[in-house]
Nanobody, 118 residues
Framework: VQLQASGGGLVQPGESLRLSCAAS????????MGWYRQASGKQRELVAQ???????DYTDSVKGRFTISRDNAKNTVYLQMNSLKPEDTAVYYC?????????????WGQGTQVTVSS
């Protein structure tokens, strides 16, 4: 099983980015999916998560600006980030609870850099 994240980049404050993370492999189903971020010198933190039926949760600092969504047919989770701020600068990681035929577990994507700077 692999999680491939994409969509990061360098943007100015106030601009938007959309991150994607696609899971591939012998997947039976996927439960909880989420996005985490880790800024330089800080611990990794949960940004947003979404259940298999679409219930969402966000850390307070991104509420109203970020939207998490998923396409279960494509085994993909998205993070739409609007009104980006310099403090959103971090490496963003996706995470998913993946069920395979004989095992299951939480898997991490490789991380994608988001830099917000003027």
């Amino acid at each position: 099983v692999q999680l491939q994240a994409s969509g990061g980049g360098l943007v100015q404050p106030g601009e938007s980015l959309r991150l994607s993370c696609a899971a591939s492999g012998s997947i039976v189903s996927i439960g909880l999916m989420g996005w985490y971020r880790q800024a330089s010198g800080k611990q990794r933190e949960l940004v947003a998560q979404i259940t298999s039926i679409g219930n969402t949760d966000y850390t307070d600092s991104v509420k109203g600006r970020f939207t998490i969504s998923r396409d279960n047919a494509k085994n993909t989770v998205y993070l739409q980030m609007n009104s980006l701020k310099p403090e959103d600068t971090a490496v963003y990681y996706c995470n998913a609870d993946i069920i395979m035929e004989y095992s299951s577990g939480f898997y991490w994507g490789q991380g994608t850099q988001v830099t917000v700077s003027s």
